[in-house]
C-alpha cells in the first residue's frame, strides 16, 4: 500500500510540474515612449502605469509576463502574426479597431486635448486653428481625429513615429502644438521644463466615435480564452486594491472614469 501510494504521489508530482512547464508565458506588446504609462528608465528598462498594470494581471493570472517592445503603429500587425498575444500600450476600444482586434473590458479612461502656447485662444469653432501645425503620433486615434475634424479647420497635420519626438519639435517651435491623451501631456510634457510656456487650449475631446469607449488590453480575433483570463484579472485588481496601489503611484485622481 505504501508502494502504491508513493506511487501515486510520484504521479500526481510529474502531472503538476507538467503543468507548470506547459504553462506559457503571456507575451505583451508595449510602445515604452508614452510617459507616464509606458517609457525607458535610465537603466533601460520599462516603467510606467501601463507596465506595472500588466504585471500585476500577470501576477494574478499566475503567468509569466514576457515584454515585447514595438512602436505603436506595428503593435496590431505584430498581434496578426503571433509575435505577441496581447497589447497593453494604452491603446483605445474603438469600432474601427474591434474590426482587427478583440478588447478587454477598459482599464482606464482619459480624454483628449490640444496643448498649445501658452495664451493661445481657441475658439468652439476652432477655427483659430487655421494655418496651424499640429503633431500626432502616427496610428494613434489622436491622428485619426486631426485628419478628419482639425484637418477641415485648415490645420496641417504632422504625424509623427512617438509623442517624444513631437515634444522636441513642441519644444524647439518646429510645431505649434500637439493632440494626445490629456494625463500623457500633462505629466510627460506640461509638468517638465520643456513644456514651460505651454498649455492645454480648448475643450476636452471626448467623442466615442474618435475616442472609443476607454483605453483596453486587445487580443487576437476569437482569443475568448486569454480575453476572459484578463476581464477576471482586471476585476480582481480593482477589487483588491492593488489597481488602486498603482494608480495612486502616477496619478492624484482616479484614472479609471466612469
Request: net charge neutral.
Amino acid at each position: 500500500m505504501k508502494k502504491l501510494a508513493l506511487m501515486g504521489a510520484l504521479a500526481l508530482s510529474v502531472l503538476s510540474f507538467t503543468a507548470v512547464a506547459d504553462e506559457k508565458p503571456m507575451k505583451i506588446g508595449i510602445e515604452a515612449a508614452y510617459p507616464p504609462f509606458a517609457s525607458k528608465a535610465p537603466d533601460g528598462s520599462i516603467v510606467g502605469f501601463d507596465y506595472d498594470i500588466g504585471n500585476a494581471l500577470c501576477a494574478e493570472m499566475k503567468v509569466k509576463c514576457v515584454w515585447v517592445e514595438q512602436e505603436f503603429d506595428g503593435l496590431i500587425p505584430a498581434l496578426k502574426v503571433r509575435k505577441i498575444d496581447a497589447i497593453l500600450s494604452s491603446m483605445s476600444i474603438t469600432e474601427d479597431r474591434k474590426k482587427s482586434v478583440d478588447f478587454t473590458n477598459k482599464y482606464y479612461n482619459t480624454p483628449a486635448r490640444l496643448v498649445m502656447k501658452e495664451g493661445f485662444a481657441l475658439d468652439d469653432s476652432l477655427s483659430t486653428l487655421k494655418g496651424k501645425n499640429i503633431g500626432v503620433q502616427r496610428g494613434s486615434i489622436h491622428e485619426r481625429f486631426a485628419r478628419e475634424v482639425l484637418a477641415s479647420k485648415g490645420v496641417e497635420v504632422k504625424p509623427y513615429g512617438s509623442q517624444n519626438e513631437i515634444y522636441l519639435d513642441l519644444a524647439a517651435g518646429r510645431l505649434d502644438g500637439t493632440l494626445a491623451d490629456a494625463t500623457l501631456l500633462q505629466d510627460g510634457f506640461l509638468k517638465t521644463d520643456s513644456g514651460k510656456g505651454f498649455a492645454f487650449a480648448g475643450p476636452a475631446f471626448t467623442d466615442v466615435n474618435y475616442f472609443g469607449d476607454g483605453v483596453g488590453i486587445a487580443v487576437r480575433k476569437g482569443d475568448k480564452a486569454d480575453l476572459d483570463k484578463l476581464n477576471a484579472a482586471i476585476a480582481a485588481i480593482r477589487a483588491n486594491g492593488e489597481y488602486k496601489k498603482i494608480q495612486d503611484k502616477y496619478f492624484d485622481f482616479d484614472i479609471y472614469g466612469q
